[in-house]
Nanobody, 121 residues
Framework: QVQLVESGGGLVQPGGSLRLSCAASGSPFSINSMGWYRQAPGKQRELVATITSGENTNYADSVKGRFTISRDNAKNTVYLQMNSLKPEDTAVYYC???????????????WGQGTQVTVSS
């Protein structure tokens, strides 16, 4: 069974930095696209950043130049480096991945449990 386990959230002051990590357990056969989404209270979940298996990246306009997504395929892990954090970045951040569990399986979409990021003085 594939699971995505996030870590690295917490409380940070405006202008500070945090690094989120998300590791896929269960020895998946392959992982296609990976990404981060966030959901603030009273708002819909929104895309933050994605990265393909070929390391092509895509960012929401609101985080461009401040956030960097990367992945370590050997560790089945995706990272989100968040710099110059703003109060409006406060949200629960979710990891997502397109995973092929076995050589015979199709791609499935998996989500992590979420990690809270709070930006406040």
């Amino acid at each position: 069974q594939v699971q995505l386990v996030e870590s690295g959230g917490g409380l940070v002051q405006p202008g500070g930095s945090l690094r989120l990590s998300c590791a896929a357990s269960g020895s998946p056969f392959s992982i296609n696209s990976m990404g981060w989404y966030r959901q603030a209270p009273g708002k819909q979940r929104e895309l933050v950043a994605t990265i393909t298996s070929g390391e092509n990246t895509n960012y929401a306009d609101s985080v461009k130049g401040r956030f960097t997504i990367s992945r370590d395929n050997a560790k089945n892990t995706v990272y989100l480096q968040m710099n110059s954090l703003k109060p409006e970045d406060t949200a629960v951040y979710y990891c997502a991945a397109q995973v092929q569990r076995t050589s015979r399986a199709g791609l499935g979409n998996y989500w992590g449990q979420g990690t809270q990021v709070t930006v406040s003085s």
